[in-house]
T-cell receptor
């Protein structure tokens, strides 16, 4: 399967801990996106990269959140000092640039105790 | 703020019937629209897309209709099957491949 891969699938952590998620996009895709989805809602955009460059960040992405894509391939999303409100599904998607279809991974479900 | 919304949160249909899922969008600058299907515990799965220079596009058992005059998008599923049961989201894009803005979703339930 050469789809978007996310790791881990589930993460349970205590409030105040730091967590990091990884996303491996479809290999030829140069754009990579992060979204957050809470129960019963549609995904909300967080940030996206074109190659290594982070082109847009949502206001949802507080200073506790940081995303990187150092070599233009995989990406990591780190949340520092986690809060109860961070509990959600974190989705990654990738696409070719210029209006390419975004293909999603199956997400990382984060639960804050 | 501007957002994509859905008219109905739930839709129940009989197996073999046609389903129609509706979506209203508010950004007249949006030029690309996508329908996704999301099953429990999985990420959104691409179904079909349409650009603003078209008003209809057909796929296998699915058709998307776009009415720019009233900013309305619909997904038609022919001969609905139990495997079609899922939450369906429409999404819009207006800056050539950047972020998608999603609606809340419609849960489709197919009765055998």
């Amino acid at each position: 399967d050469t789809g978007v891969s996310q790791d881990p699938r589930h993460k349970i952590t205590k409030r105040g801990q730091n967590v990091t998620f990884r996303c491996d996009p479809i290999s030829e895709h140069n754009r990579l996106y992060w979204y957050r989805q809470t129960l019963g809602q549609g995904p909300e955009f967080l940030t996206y990269f074109q190659n290594e460059a982070q082109l847009e960040k949502s206001r949802l992405l507080s200073d506790r959140f940081s995303a990187e894509r150092p070599k233009g391939s995989f990406s990591t999303l780190e949340i520092q000092r986690t809060e109860q409100g961070d509990s959600a599904m974190y989705l990654c998607a990738s696409s070719l640039a210029l209006a390419g279809t975004q293909h999603f991974g199956d997400g990382t479900r984060l639960s804050i105790l | 703020g501007e957002s994509v919304g859905l008219h109905l949160p739930t839709l129940s249909v009989q197996e073999g019937d046609n389903s129609i899922i509706n979506c209203a969008y508010s950004n007249s600058a949006s030029d690309y629209f996508i329908w996704y299907k999301q099953e429990s515990g999985k990420g959104p799965q691409f179904i079909i897309d349409i650009r603003s220079n078209m008003d209809k596009r057909q796929g296998q058992r699915v058709t998307v209709l776009l009415n720019k005059t009233v900013k309305h998008l619909s997904l038609q599923i022919a001969a609905t099957q139990p495997g079609d049961s899922a939450v369906y989201f429409c999404a819009e894009n207006y800056n050539q491949g950047g972020k998608l803005i999603f609606g809340q979703g419609t849960e489709l339930s197919v009765k055998p």
